[in-house]
Structures are given as C-alpha cells and as structure tokens.
C-alpha cells in the first residue's frame, strides 16, 4: 500500500508551510530518512526526510505551493502501486473522497498557493472565521479589509503571504486609481513652456522575487524600528585572557568533540552580565517589565537565503563544552537547511558575531520583543597603552543596542562593562 508524506507540523504555532524545492522527483527512489523535499516557513528553511524507502509514485503538491500542517504532499511506494482516492479513479468513474483536498493551483502576488475550496463547499466568508496572529496583526497595522482578499490557505484562509500580496497590488494601483484635477486650460505661453519632456526609459534589471524568509527578516526590521527606540553603546575589548584560554584548551575539546570558537566564550560571558544585570534579559510591556527566568541566547547566523537565529536554550545552565557543542550543531544544522521552528523560537537575548565576516563594529537592530542585542566585531591585534606602556593586544569592538524604554545609559554601559570584566580576566 503507498505510503502518504504529510506536511509536518514544524514547531509550535507553525500552521502551514510552503514546498520550496522537490529532492526527489516521480519515478526516483529515497531511502529511509533521506531528505525528500525542503519545506520553508516563516522562519526558517528546513529539509523533510521519507519515512519510509522506495518510489515517489505521485507529487501532489509543486514547488512554490503553501499548504496546512497535515496536508498529504506525495504518496511513496513500489512502482506500478496503485494509488488511493481520485488519484487512482479511471477517467469518466465517479470521484471517490481523496485523502487531501484537490491540488489546483493558482497565483496571488508571485506566489502559487493551494488548495482552492472545492465547489460546493463554502468558499471564503465576508470576513474569514479564523487567521494567524500574524495576518491579524498586519490587518490592524496597515487598516486592511480582509474581507477583499481572496484566501489561498486551506479552506480559503487568508496566510500572511496573500496580505503581503494585497499590500503590494494596493501599493501600485493607488496612483492610478487617483482621479485626475479638474483644471482650466493653462495660458498659451504656459502650455509652451510647460510642454511634456519625454519619460525615461526605465532602467534595465533583474527582478529577484523574495522569499518567505527575506519578507519575513524585512517585517520583523522595519517593526522592531518602529517598536523600541534604539540607543547603542560601543566598548573596546581585550580578548588576551580569552586567546590564550583557548589556544591552550582547543586541541583538549576538539577530542571531546567540539570545536572551540570564540563565540562561545562571548556567550559565557553574556549569561555572567545577564545574571548580573536582569533587566537587560527582559520583555518591555504595558503594564510592567516582564523578566525572563530563562537565558535564551539567541545566535545570529548567516546562511546563503538571509539571516537566522538559532537560539541556545537554558545557556545559564552549560559550561563551556557545552556551549561549544551547541553552538557548533545549531551553526551547522543552520547552514545545511536543518532546523526546526523550535530551534528559533524562545530566545531573550541576542548575539551577533559580525566580526567574523571582517566587520569592526555594528549598530545591530533589535530582535523583538527582547531588550537589546550585543554585536562584537573582528578580534584583531591592535596597539594599545596599558598602565602607561604599548602593547600589541587581540582587541575587539562591542556594541550594545538597547531598547531606550527598558534601559537608560548607565545600566547599559554596566551590563557591557561586566561582559567586558568576564572576557578580560577569563580563568
């Protein structure tokens, strides 16, 4: 009997995903727990593995589509196997009931989207019963109707990508649905001085469409810019004590397994200032100052599609082999498309190691709804005056960008000058 491949539910809140690309295509065979297709979702881009070995007898759903957790996506099994429902029906017999709603597709905004609600069953309510806290939460933002969008989602259910579609089709129809001014006949010297030059040719280019995962970076930017003010606080730091820690230590955790990097003593260093300083591990709210018990830190990293921040769960509670461990599996599984919803969900603070790409300093933007976000710059050996002599020191630049509402100057440069103390005199 053919076996169905569902839509798996990704994380928590994950609703529905989108099929970014087939690994496998009819008629080839997959092994158990070799990557079948990539899935992609708001957050992150991740690979699917067959449950079971054999034949992709039947793809039911292309790539570009965004169906709902549970939908059946292929049907796996030995060639020749019949297949259930319509797809095995003969033409001209009547349809039995398919295991997943019928796969027609149709474009919204330069995305494919599916299913359609079948005829004769309800189409999209005037206004829909139910949508993500995410589709609300643009509808209030930029004052949408969402009684005028037509829902691709399952059932007809308005996703965030038929509203981001919307906002794009009203952005360009407004200027020409703007009425033109009624105005009398301008002077003949007027209309000879005022004659029309020629418009310019547009310019020549390539029009990259964006993906769920740079529209999703772009929102969640623009809204932190909008959210919190932004304030950024720069220290010089010696990272002496932590060079030689780790030349003497590296080869003693590569043979336990881990690749010692630097980020992982910044990160060991983040959990002592956080520990000392509270507030900065903190949500603002409304009615008060939501501190988090949890040290979450999240790490940002760049992968070939955008930016993702993998988060280190309960970082309070690793040492440093541990840290390195963790780090090394999430930067890994985050370059080969391997993580899951979860593993960027639940951060309360953020790190971001630009300096491994040759930068010195940065202003990084917020990751909402956390406090602040430390940047550290290219370690590099710089000249310095120590107590009144020149010395030659690995030094490194570290930002602090922290929300103005939760934070005043004096607690931020405090919490920057005690991750500045753990690095400096690391044991």
């Not at 090394?328 to 639940?346: F, H, I, K, S, W």
């Amino acid at each position: 009997m053919a076996t169905e491949v569902i839509m798996p539910r990704l994380g928590e809140g994950v609703i529905e995903g989108l099929i970014a690309k087939w690994l496998k295509q009819e008629g080839e065979t997959v092994g158990q727990y070799e990557p079948l297709l990539e899935i992609e979702t708001d957050k992150v881009t991740t690979e699917a593995t067959a449950e079971t070995a054999g034949t992709v007898l039947r793809i039911l759903v292309p790539e570009g589509a965004t169906v709902a957790v549970g939908t059946v996506l292929a049907y796996l099994g030995q060639p020749g196997e019949a297949l259930p429902g319509d797809l095995a029906t003969p033409a001209g017999a009547p349809p039995t009931a398919a295991p997943a709603p019928a796969a027609r597709t149709h474009t919204n905004g330069g995305h494919t989207a599916l299913p359609e609600v079948p005829a004769g069953q309800a189409s999209r309510q005037a206004f829909p019963t139910r949508v993500s806290p995410v589709v609300a939460r643009m509808a209030a933002e930029h004052a949408i109707d969402l009684s005028q969008i037509d829902g691709t989602g399952r059932g007809g259910r308005i996703t965030k990508n038929d509203v981001l579609a919307y906002l794009e089709n009203r952005t360009v129809a407004a200027p020409a649905l703007a009425p033109p001014a009624v105005v009398g006949p301008p002077p003949a010297a007027t209309r000879l001085a005022a004659a029309p030059s020629p418009a310019p040719a547009a310019s020549p280019g390539d029009l990259i469409p964006h993906s769920n995962m740079r529209r999703a970076i772009a929102e969640h930017m623009v809204m932190s810019k909008h959210t919190s003010p932004h304030v950024t606080t720069v220290f010089e730091v010696d990272f002496s004590a932590v060079t030689a820690h780790r030349r003497a230590h590296k080869a003693s955790f590569a043979n336990d397994g881990a690749n010692l990097t630097f980020t992982a003593y910044i990160v060991a260093a983040l959990v002592q200032a956080l520990k000392r300083h509270p507030r900065v591990n903190s949500t603002w709210r409304d009615d008060g100052l939501l501190l988090k018990r949890e040290i979450n830190i999240g790490m940002a990293t760049a992968i070939e599609t955008g930016l993702i921040v993998p988060v280190i769960k309960n970082a309070d509670s690793l040492n440093l082999l541990g840290l390195a461990r963790t780090i090394n599996d999430l930067a890994n599984r985050a370059r080969q498309n391997q993580l899951r919803p979860d593993d960027v969900q639940g951060g309360t603070f953020t790190l971001t190691n630009h300096g491994t790409s040759g930068s010195l300093f940065a202003t990084p933007i917020i990751n909402q709804p956390q406090c602040g976000i430390l940047g550290v710059g290219q370690i590099q050996k710089r000249v310095v005056v120590i107590e009144d002599m020149i010395a030659i020191r690995p030094m490194s630049y570290v930002s602090f960008t922290f929300d103005h509402r939760i934070l005043d100057g004096a607690s931020a440069d405090y919490f920057v000058a005690s991750f500045k103390e753990v690095i400096e005199r690391w044991q």
